[in-house]
Structure formats: C-alpha cells, structure tokens
C-alpha cells in the first residue's frame, strides 16, 4: 500500500542530495501542492453515465439511446446525441483536460449511504468529507475553507472548516446584518461605536480562553474558537466586496463559488445540480428526463469554466490553472430500462475531474459485460482485472488528497490513490 512515510524514508535522501525539495503528491509543482482550489459539482440523484460517460454500444446488456454515438477526441471518449450539444461542445473544448473515471464503486443503493460514502469514503458517522479534508488543511490561510453554496456537506469534526451561504442567502444576510429585517420580532443591532467596542471584548474574552486552556481537548476546543473568531471578523471586513448569495442554477452558483476562491475566501467550495422535483433519481422515462439533465449540467460546467479561465489567479495568468474541477453523483443507473422507461439504482457510477496535475485526454477505469466496475493497477491507472484494486469512492477521494499533497493514509485506510492519473 501506498505510505507517506515510507516514500519519503526511501527516497528523501536521494531527492535531497539531488536538490529537489521533498514533496507527496503527483508533481513537485508548489501550486498544485499548496494553491490548488477545488470547486465540487454534485448531480444529485444517481445520474445514468451511459448517457455521458460509459459508452456501452458494443455490451448487449445495457440499454444505450438508439440515436445515440460514441464520440471521441484523442483517447477520450464519450456518449453523443444530438438532444445534448453543450455535452459535445464541453468535451471538444476541454478534451485534453479532462479524466473520466469509470466504474466507480459506491457498495450501495440507497442515496443517502451513497451519497455519504461518495463525500467521504465511508459510512461512519462523523466522518469528514473531501472538501472539508482539503478546506481545513489550508484552513490557516482562508476565512471560509469550505464554502458550500447547495449539494451535500459532511464537516465531521472539521467544522470550524466548513460554513453553508443558505438556500436563501442567510450567511450574507448574518454578515450584513439584513437577515435582522426578515425576522417576526424587530430587532435593531448596535451603532459602529458601541459595535467596535464589543468585537475588542470578544477579541480579549477568546486569547484569554486560549491562553488558559490545559488539557488536549479544551486547548482544541479553544484553538477553533479562535480561529472561528478570526474568520468572523476577517469575514466582516469583506462583507461590501463578496456576494454570497446565488440564484439555484448552476451558473449562478458557479460564479459565487469562483468570487470566493479567486478573492482568496475559501479553498473548496461546493454547489450542486439537483433539476427539479425528481431529479437525477429517474425511476420512469429516464430517457427524457436525463437528456434535459445532462444538457443543464454541462450548460453550467460551460459557463464555470468560461468563468474561472476569465478570472485571474493567485499565481497563474487565471484561475482554471489553479482549480481543480471535481464533478460527480453519489449513484449510477442500471444498465438495462425498467417496465416504465425508467432506471433503477446502481452501485457503480462515474465522475469526471478537470484540474493541473491530473491527466487529463483519459478515461479511467471501465465497465464489464455486467456493468460492474473493472479492478485497475492504481500505479499505472490501467485496468486490471487480475491483480487491480476495486475502484471506489475511496480511491478516488484519496487520489484527490495525493494531489493536494495530503497524506491519504491520514484519513482513509485500505485503498491506494490512483496515482497513474496523476501527473
């Protein structure tokens, strides 16, 4: 299995010698290390991937589009109908970008389990999730590590991490001091003086708490209590220059997200791609319903990545060379139509990932004759029958730490990242 300590023990030495800097990851890059962004797109409701995704024309047990063709652009492939043009357009416009990752396992059909073990690998109960993981390892550095516009969020014990705008924009309306006029009961708050005076109480009352803490847990408790006050009043001061409110459309929420990370707010942010009353969850004429789903979908990664190439970076001439676009569903869809057109649950799913540092022009992974996912050698990325790991949700959260230079072994056990689509 692969080990932090082992690596570095074996090569440390070699790298030293050599004058390189000793580094954990896919690349000695310092921005792909330190800077990277990560901005998170959740379709929630188990989407069918052989829509986009798994181009199953050549396997007799699933159920593909009559009119519909496989497409490709280099060694990337993927599923084109003519009802889904942003589809098409996205994937020859970002094709040597983009890794598709197939026949992810997620061990269950119930949403709310998958959805918990496609955000953090497992089903323990206070597990944090990937945002959260990679918003808090840079937590020092930004006011709100985790932004989360709309989709799932499981902060764990990590949630000094992780702050949600609201459906309704109550974050900015907490931070304005608007949500006040919403209320049933009047309330007024304190003129600027008196205001400024209680911040300095509160400033002194937390570095007192912290200065007099003793054990473990108290000095833990105390340490996120000062770095919540912190983000308060860093958070405050900014409250004319950052829009937190988004309408739901992806687009919208896309370029609130982008504000937050370009502004040096937040590392991670989440936002979601619900469509509707059912959703992705398309029980009956999945066809149809999918279509207009998958066409939605990829009209908002449209506009996110028109966004984030026109924004500048931290370091890079624009954000899109500093963010990792992560896009998924904690579901698949069975491979065969239902008595109502429909799809059922799934356990294997798919999920695509744009961001410097991965290779990109790939499909990762696959499907069998059965629709299971295909075991890969997690050196090489390939597939694998025989000696290959089962790629999970764990595999891929855990390639997704490597390449923010996270130790993976700190979080998740019993998987190995995929370091093959890793530059």
Not at 48 to 57: K, P, Y
Not at 202 to 215: D, I, P, Q, T, W
Not at 344 to 362: E, F, K, L
Request: a negative charge; hydrophobic letters at 45%.
């Amino acid at each position: 299995m692969f080990n932090r300590r082992s690596l570095l023990k074996a090569s440390g030495a070699g790298l030293l010698a050599a004058g390189l800097p000793l580094s954990f990851g896919a690349s000695a890059n310092p921005l792909v290390s330190g800077k990277l962004k990560f901005l998170f797109v959740f379709a929630g409701g188990g989407w069918d991937t052989t829509r986009v995704f798994a181009s199953e024309f050549t396997n007799g047990n699933v159920d593909m589009e009559p009119d519909a063709e496989r497409a490709t652009s280099g060694d990337l492939r993927w599923v084109s109908h003519w009802s889904r043009p942003s589809v098409d357009a996205f994937m020859r416009a970002y094709a040597s970008e983009i890794a598709i990752v197939n026949g992810m396992m997620v061990r269950s059909i119930s949403h709310e389990i998958c959805t918990l073990i496609a955000m953090t690998g497992t089903t323990a109960s206070g597990a944090p999730d990937w945002p959260a993981i990679l918003g808090a390892a840079k937590q020092a550095d930004y006011i709100l590590p985790h932004l989360v516009l709309s989709g799932p969020s499981f902060p764990g014990d990590l949630g000094v991490a992780v702050a949600r705008t609201g459906s309704t924009g109550q974050l900015e309306g907490l931070v304005s001091g608007d949500l006040f006029a919403s209320l049933d009961v009047p309330v007024s708050g304190p003129n600027p003086a008196a205001e400024a005076v209680m911040d300095r109480y509160l400033a002194r009352r937390v570095e007192a708490k912290a200065l007099g803490a003793r054990s473990p847990a108290e000095i833990r408790l105390t340490s996120d209590l000062n770095r919540s006050f912190d983000q308060a009043r860093r958070l405050k001061e900014m409250q004319y220059l950052l829009s937190l409110s988004a309408a739901g459309d992806l687009a919208s929420q896309g370029a609130v997200a982008i504000e937050a990370l370009s502004m040096g707010v937040s590392r991670c942010a989440t936002v979601a791609h619900y469509g509707g009353d059912t959703g992705w969850d398309t029980h009956a004429d999945n066809d149809a319903q999918q279509t207009v789903l998958w066409e939605q979908l990829f009209s908002g990664l449209t506009q996110i990545m028109l966004t984030l190439e026109a924004t500048p970076g931290e370091e890079a001439a624009s954000l899109a060379e500093e963010t990792a676009v992560v896009v998924l569903s904690e579901m698949g869809r069975t491979p065969q139509l239902n008595g109502f057109n429909g799809k059922d649950h799934w356990p294997y799913t798919s999920a695509m990932v744009i961001a410097p540092g991965v290779r990109g022009g790939q499909v990762y992974g696959a499907f069998d004759k059965q629709f299971y996912g295909v075991p890969v050698d997690t050196t090489t990325a390939e597939t694998d029958e025989d000696n290959g790991q089962i790629l999970s949700a764990e595999a891929l959260g855990a390639t997704l730490l490597a390449l923010a230079d996270i130790d993976p072994n700190e979080h998740i056990q019993g998987v190995d990242p995929l370091m093959g689509m890793l530059l």
